[in-house]
């Protein structure tokens, strides 16, 4: 059976008068413009992969595709900071239902950014866990609400060790009030999505705002 492509939100991904008149504004701010960010959220965009659970679209990964396909078409700093967000929403299907609802039930729209490599550390503590680091990369940061990173799990001053012998690794989505955003993003292209470095000590992430970096999981019930 083929998916059923959602044409009124590939409608929706007309704004591209908007994308393309303010791409020079971008390029010279090194983040994306308000007005591109607005026309994108206005839309619905960024919501296309948030369950309906939590007041999102849900849409089928052809169409996402076909959307981000159009809007890169009119800015690829635009294409970049849309699909870059919901890169986040879609794993945020492994976390505990307390975490999702954390992060999306007061805003379907919510921004996530975030740097992947190098993991950062995480020390546990009751509760969760304790991270520390710096890490490239955090396209969209200076937009975003939530920062989702990866973390090596230590033991003292050494990586924990999985059963098969490698560090144990977390994926944490840390508030943008605990981090720091280090003005870094200075390049010759995509200057617009304001992939800037983050930085964070001993922020303290609850074990919901967490999942282990593994294979195998259990997706929660908000699961698109």
């Known amino acids: 059976m083929k998916p059923q492509l959602n044409t009124e939100l590939i409608d929706a991904a007309q704004i591209a008068p908007?994308?393309?008149d303010h791409s020079d504004e971008a390029?010279?701010?090194r983040r994306l413009s308000k007005p591109a960010l607005d026309a994108l959220l206005g839309a619905g965009l960024f919501r296309m992969f948030t369950p309906r659970s939590l007041g999102g679209l849900e849409v089928d990964p052809i169409t996402c595709a076909r959307?981000?396909?159009e809007v890169s078409r009119a800015d690829s700093v635009a294409g970049w900071s849309l699909q870059n967000p919901l890169s986040w929403v879609f794993v945020c299907s492994r976390?505990?239902?307390g975490g999702a609802e954390e992060l999306f039930a007061r805003n379907a729209d919510v921004l996530i950014a975030g740097p992947f490599h190098p993991p950062m550390k995480a020390v546990p503590v009751d509760g969760g866990y304790h991270v520390t680091g710096r890490s490239p990369l955090a396209s969209n940061c200076r937009d975003a609400t939530w920062i989702g990173a990866s973390a090596m799990v230590m033991d003292g001053d050494k990586p924990r060790m999985t059963e098969s012998s490698a560090p144990e690794v977390v994926v944490v989505f840390?508030?943008?009030d605990d981090?720091?955003?280090l003005d870094t993003w200075y390049v010759m292209g995509m200057r617009g999505t304001g992939s800037d470095d983050i930085a964070v000590t001993d922020a303290?992430?609850?074990r919901v705002r967490t999942f282990p970096l593994a294979a195998d999981f259990e997706p929660g019930s908000h699961s698109a």
Do not use: G, T
Request: proline residues 10%; negative net charge.
């Open 18 to 20: 908007i994308l393309r």
């Open 27 to 29: 390029e010279r701010d």
């Open 67 to 69: 959307v981000i396909e």
């Open 95 to 97: 976390l505990p239902d």
């Open 174 to 176: 840390l508030s943008i």
């Open 179 to 181: 981090c720091k955003i």
């Open 204 to 206: 303290f992430v609850p």
